[in-house]
């Protein structure tokens, strides 16, 4: 590969965002010093104009919150998963025109794999966003097609059950995350009956669920990293649990990016070493 070649992570807010950390570390382990990464605060309503003015030096985009679905629409093409979630964090760029994709399925797969998980009794996921929707199709290719999904409002729940009839699954959605007392009581007896806990909640949000009777040696995802652990997170190891963060979701949906960007396979290790060092400084 020979001359300039540019990537970038899109979104706002954008200037606290890890994947310059990740893709920078992939450029270096794979050799290729002609590659750039930065982050770039784009809104919804620039995004078009943006994508329209990229020479052909730029090779992909990440996208996070809140172009992930707006993604679609400025796309030439989209993978059956990005079109099936709803989503897309992922615009390669080359000359068969603008490939939207979702490698956050992939970052759910590969972090709950790494805990140990190759087969799912019974899910639950908490949440009903974009983050639960991949989460649904994640499960799906682990073997669970009827997770239970805790949610708020279960009325508002309508992108995740499209989404759910796309993937083909059959989500359960219960409204017991309305902070009730009987509520709370009731999702905890389900997290206590799973082998696989997925939390696509904001930080603090999932705090009142800590102190359920844990299922020993259950897997628990919780897609928040900061602040970490998470009170969630830190109650389910008490109670025995293998636990993921979304710092494992960050690494395996970048490592996806890079193979999808540059053709050549991801440098798992050296992209954790550059994001735990990243991590470890932000917290002294």
């Known amino acids: ?14 200037r ?7 893709h920078r570390a992939a450029y270096a382990a794979l050799g290729l010093p002609e590659w750039s990464y930065e982050a770039i605060e784009v809104t919804e309503d620039g995004l078009p104009a943006f994508v329209d003015e990229l020479g052909a ?12 679905r707006v993604a679609l629409e400025v796309a030439d093409s989209v993978s059956a998963l990005a079109e099936a979630t709803g989503a897309a964090n992922t615009l390669v760029l080359g000359p068969q025109g603008r490939r939207a994709d979702n490698t956050d399925v992939r970052g759910i797969v590969q972090a709950l794999r790494e805990v ?14 974009g983050t639960a929707q991949a989460a649904l199709a994640a499960l799906a290719e682990l073997g669970s097609s009827d997770p239970v999904v805790l949610v708020r409002d279960p009325r508002r729940a309508g992108g995740l059950l499209a989404a759910a009839e796309r993937l083909d699954v059959r989500p359960a959605v219960r409204g017991l995350l309305t902070g009730a007392d009987t509520d709370t009581e009731a ?17 603090g949000a999932g705090d009142a669920l800590a102190g359920a009777r844990w299922r020993p040696g259950a897997a628990v995802l919780d897609v928040v990293y900061a602040p970490w652990p998470t009170a969630l997170a830190a109650g389910a190891a008490v109670g025995g649990c293998r636990i993921a963060s979304g710092l494992d979701v960050l690494l395996h949906q970048a490592v996806a990016q ?8 991801g440098p798992v290790e050296a992209m954790r070493t550059a994001l735990h060092a990243a991590t470890d400084t932000a917290a002294r």
Do not use: Q
Request: charged share 15%; no cysteine; aromatic share 2%.
């Open 1 to 14: 590969m020979t001359g300039e070649r540019r990537a970038a992570v899109l979104g706002t807010p954008i």
């Open 187 to 203: 999702a905890a007896r389900l997290l206590g009956g799973a082998d696989v806990v997925v939390s696509t909640l904001p930080a």
């Open 16 to 22: 606290h965002s890890l994947s310059p950390v990740l």
């Open 116 to 129: 140990g998980v190759r087969e799912i009794e019974h899910a639950v996921v908490l949440g009903a966003g």
């Open 258 to 265: 890079v193979e999808l960007m540059t053709g050549l396979p």
């Open 57 to 68: 030096e730029w090779a992909g985009l990440s996208l996070t919150m809140p172009l992930k």
